[in-house]
């Protein structure tokens, strides 16, 4: 899942300081689940603009927001509110914001922070907590790894073995954090896997996963 982050009220309203009607679009996918971007915080979002003398001419909720096509046809529902609006307040992540700036030609200007591929770790009225998982390399590698991702878990992104810093299981660079090299090797050993770890991955091809357009053959 996309890990969103709410921005500030205060910064939502300097992108809209000169627009007074707006209309709001969520998500119904990643943006629900973290508490971001989903109905409940679309409607909450539109309490506050309206409290700071904002008009909100509508909100809809895609499903999802990223999915352009079908973004096309859901958001021709909700026209007239639209076009009674200046602007767009997203709360869907980047992707989604893109496109929802493409598929309604109004000026968009993002509610959420997009901060990685994660998943839920927990959600509490407290606090919510997310772990980052994939930083889509373009490459993976978890097939050797025992389906854990030193690209993304390591801090020093090592794709062959341990840096040799790890203490008691900990990563010298975050203590707080398990090496994921011990992880691997644990993992690996439950499979009877060992002999991955003697396996070398290839240098990372850093030309791969940053293709503008990308066409899959199949
Ligand atoms: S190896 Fe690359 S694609 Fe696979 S999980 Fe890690 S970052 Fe993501
Ligand atoms: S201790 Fe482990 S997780 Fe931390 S930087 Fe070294 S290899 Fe990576």
Redesign the pocket.
Known sequence: MIITKQKSIDEILGYIKNDPAVFLVGCAVCATTCKTGGETEAKLLSGLLGAKGKAVTGWDILNPACYLLESKKLLRRKEKEIAAAQSIISLACGGGTQAIAEVTGKPVYPANDTLFQGEIIRLSPQEDCFEKKCTMCGECIVGITGGICPVTR???G?RNG??G??HKGK???DPKRD???VLIYNKLKEFGRLGNMAVTAKAGDHSRGRDYILINKR
């Open positions: 390591c801090p020093k090592l341990p840096c810093g790890s990563c010298e660079v090496c994921v090299w």
